[in-house]
């Protein structure tokens, strides 16, 4: 525990928290690696279309998206829940954003369970 020091010149205890984080955030909150997976790419393309559309008014959002002001506010306040994978591409190609999906070879389950077991 770490120590901090007060006005009256005593230390208070202060608790120190050690957390350990994997990869993705998603699976550390108990999604499975699949569903971890696709949060992960859904919000990282969301994060992408909302810096991108930070140059323009919701006015303007509104005529580049076709969408509805309250729309264009659901997307710019974080609520990916009311946006599929599919129309935030659909949103990142209108803002000019070349959007692809890049896939490599996981490693094997068994042989990842074996390296977590040999450390």
Do not use: W
Not at 6 to 31: H, Q, W
């Amino acid at each position: 525990m770490g120590t901090k020091s007060r006005r009256d010149g005593r230390t208070a205890a202060r608790p120190y928290i050690s957390c350990s984080m994997g990869k993705n955030v998603f699976e550390d909150l108990g999604f499975s690696p699949e569903e971890a997976a696709a949060l992960k790419l859904k919000t990282d393309l969301h994060s992408k279309v909302v810096k991108c559309a930070a140059r323009y008014s919701q006015k303007q959002l509104q005529s580049i998206l076709d969408e509805s002001q309250p729309r264009v506010s659901d997307l710019l306040r974080g609520k990916m829940s009311k946006f599929s994978l599919e129309m935030l591409v659909i949103y990142a190609e209108k803002l000019g954003l070349h959007t692809e999906i890049k896939t490599r070879k996981a490693r094997s389950r068994s042989a990842a369970a074996g390296l977590a077991l040999a450390r």
